[in-house]
């Protein structure tokens, strides 16, 4: 099974930071990989798929960027609303896997 | 409105067996591909077994395999697991999301609960 790691697992930050999150795959996957947001109590809603493409209606302050191995998803400046947790999931072969997921706090 | 409810979770036993089901609705629900994911309290998400349009092909998370069984009723518009032999590490909110193109799960049902506990 491909193996996603994102990092960091936790981060601190404040209104208006630019902050970056990575995604690297155990091997490679193209750009077969999504990011989804979710906030306490509500399922996970997709934000990037195709590594990069955004979804409609995702905030253009949300990008994604990568292939192969490494993915990076970067939110150009936090707004209130942002702080939850961020998870990468391949889905370039079966069985499908997401990362352990990181969670952005405000600091 | 895309919409995706699931009802059928509970508390059941170690060892019971419980049947998930996920309504469709807003979408022609027989074009979609469609997936279980879980979160267990306070863990990450785990993608759990994918259903293919005329469930011809089915493929399962070696967690769940041999004791989960996808299935789906397309007239019904209506995505299905039993959950068979269930243990402790099943605990979880169960969703169910649909396969768009480029494979992203989009959109979500909000979920139910299944609690293993004796």
């Known amino acids: 099974a491909i193996q996603l790691t994102q990092s960091p697992s936790s981060l601190s930050a404040s209104v208006g930071d630019r902050v970056t999150i990575t995604c690297r795959a155990s091997?490679?996957?193209?750009?077969?990989l999504a990011w989804y947001q979710q906030k306490p109590g509500n399922p996970p809603k997709l934000l990037i798929y195709?590594?990069?493409s955004l979804q409609s209606g995702v905030p253009s302050r949300f990008s994604g960027s990568g292939s192969g191995t490494d993915f990076t998803l970067t939110i150009s400046s936090l707004q209130p609303e942002d702080f939850a947790s961020y998870y990468c999931?391949?889905?370039?072969?079966?069985?499908?896997?997401f990362g352990g997921g990181t969670k952005l706090e405000i600091k | 409105e895309v919409q995706l409810v699931e009802s059928g979770g509970g508390l059941v036993q170690p060892g019971g067996s419980l049947r998930l089901s996920c309504a469709g609705s807003?979408?022609?629900?027989?074009?979609?591909?469609m997936n279980w994911v879980r979160q267990a309290p306070g863990k990450g998400l785990e993608w759990i077994s994918y259903i293919s349009i005329s469930s011809s092909t089915v493929h399962y998370a070696d967690s769940v395999k041999g004791r989960f069984t996808i299935s789906r009723d397309n007239v019904k518009n209506s995505l299905y697991l039993q959950m068979n032999s269930l243990r402790v590490e099943d605990t979880a909110i169960y969703y169910c999301?649909?396969?768009?193109?480029?494979?992203?799960?989009?959109?979500w049902g909000q979920g139910t609960l299944v609690t293993v506990s004796s």
């Open positions: 195709d590594a990069s």
């Open positions: 807003g979408f022609s629900f027989s074009d979609y591909g």
């Open positions: 999931q391949q889905s370039n072969s079966f069985p499908l896997t």
């Open positions: 999301a649909r396969r768009g193109y480029y494979d992203r799960f989009d959109p």
């Open positions: 091997q490679g996957i193209d750009t077969a």
